[in-house]
């Protein structure tokens, strides 16, 4: 029976590869993850270590004894968790790796792909050069097999494909990712040369999988469902943020143009919870992106806090490089953990990702089973752009929502309501979510979804009532673009 250690199983790519592995292998599973608790079910197969990669002292222990430990790390693996994986492997005389995330730059890394012991895949999503240069400066003999996004200059042979074409994207090649690793360590023939092609359905979706948190292209966790405070203020909307911080709901979006900043301070104040334990997502209103340093001092006055988690500028209109630049300043002095942009098209998103040091972490975006953003979410996932949703209930079109009849026919099958359904469909879609409601009831109700699974089928009938267009954020549109400008006091 083969030993794993399954090194940054946090995020999403690594929870999927730990569940295929159990699956489909016999293998024993020690497993890396923050807040591991909230993913994962120990078994006799599975051990949860709960940290990272970063604790080198679990790392050697685990690695130690073992004549054959195949190990992989998944993500945005940081430098250190390379050096720290490297280190062990020394120490204890590891003889197989298998490396995600942290070769990215297939290019800038001297290659050999002779079939050594050590293979290293990387999913391609998010490469860290400095992760990168401490494997490529270990000394070890490592190959890398690269599956997931093309790049010029990979041998034929070592591209996944899918049905006869290059695999493209994340989306599509996760699972292809996992199968891979789940071959990997079920076939030792596969690390000599020879081609890899993959043997399940890409576009075929994770079952079941629901993730309480996701971690962001800078590193950083941050919690999948939250709430939002759009059209309230003073009290109730203090009231309201109390409500959800006591549902021990822990992500709060908030806005400068929303004028209720303080508000929402005052809520996180008296509930009492460090602000550490909170997300707080705050927005830079486009009047103010001449200056939005500025701006984002006056958002942590109003907050009464240091920091926020996540500073987003509202929309692509008026000055927004100037914009996202002053953001890039405040991430640096410390005042932003992850900066990120709202309604900006794949476009714009391109363009800003291209001409800027820092790319956004978040696009915050109308997305609903009426407006479902499948397109947008391709491209956001391509550029490692975590998909926020707003008016995941469709704002006002919400009864319009509750009454479909595959929406009542599943709510009515798991003993849930149809926003419970809605939230849960978005939430298995992978994307991040803030439902605002005013009543406490309501605040829990969609909160309380996690104790329940829609099947693929399920999944796949729910993504046919997709309308495409939006209804509230369409930049794209002038009339919109007109509506925008007089919603945000321009
Ligand atoms: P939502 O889709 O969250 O819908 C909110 C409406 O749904 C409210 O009328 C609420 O009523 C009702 N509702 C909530 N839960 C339930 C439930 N369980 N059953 C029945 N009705 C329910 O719309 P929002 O526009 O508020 O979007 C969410 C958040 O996204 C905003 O609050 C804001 O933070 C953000 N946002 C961002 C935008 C951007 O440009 N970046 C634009 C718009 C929103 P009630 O309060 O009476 O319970």
Known sequence: MKHVLFLGATGTAGSVIVRDLLERTDCIITAFARHASQNYHESDRLKVVDGDALVQTELTAAMQGQDAVYCAISGESLPQVAANIVAAMKACQVRRVIFMGAVGIYNEIPVEID?????????????????????????????????????????????????????????????????????????????????????????????????????????????????????????????????????KVRLIDTAAAYGNETFVGNAIKKSGIPREEIFLVSKVNFDSYEDAGKAVDNSLARLGTDYVDLMLLHWPFGN???????????????????IGVSNFDPDRLIDLIKFNEIAPAVNQIETNIF??????HEWMEKYGVAHMAYAPLGQGHRNEMFELQEVTELAEKYGKTPAQILLRYQLQRGVILIPKSTHEERIKENFDVFDFTLTVKEMDDLAELDRVTPQIGDPEKPEKVETAMTWIGK
Do not use: H
């Not at 020879?194 to 948190?213: H, L, P, Q």
């Not at 407006?371 to 947008?376: F, L, S």
């Open 320 to 338: 927004y490089y100037a914009a996202w630049r002053a953001l890039e300043k405040a991430y640096k002095d410390g005042k932003c953990r992850a």
């Open 115 to 247: 079939g050594d012991d050590n293979v290293a895949i990387n999913p391609g999503q998010i490469p860290n050069r400095d992760a990168a240069a401490v494997i490529a400066d270990s000394g070890l003999d490592y190959t890398i097999l690269r599956p997931g996004y093309l790049q010029e200059g990979i041998p034929d042979d070592f591209i996944l494909t899918f049905k006869g074409e290059p695999a493209k994207g994340y989306t599509t090649s996760l699972p292809a990712l996992s199968d891979l690793a789940v071959r990997l360590i079920s076939d030792e023939k596969l690390y000599a040369k020879e081609s890899v092609s993959i043997t399940r359905d890409m576009t075929k979706r994770t079952e079941g999988f629901a993730m309480k948190a996701v971690t962001l292209n800078n590193g950083i966790e941050m919690p999948m469902l939250g709430f939002g405070t759009f059209l309230t203020s003073e009290e109730t909307c203090e009231q309201s943020v109390l409500a959800a911080l006591q549902a």
């Open 371 to 376: 407006v479902q953003r499948k397109t947008e």
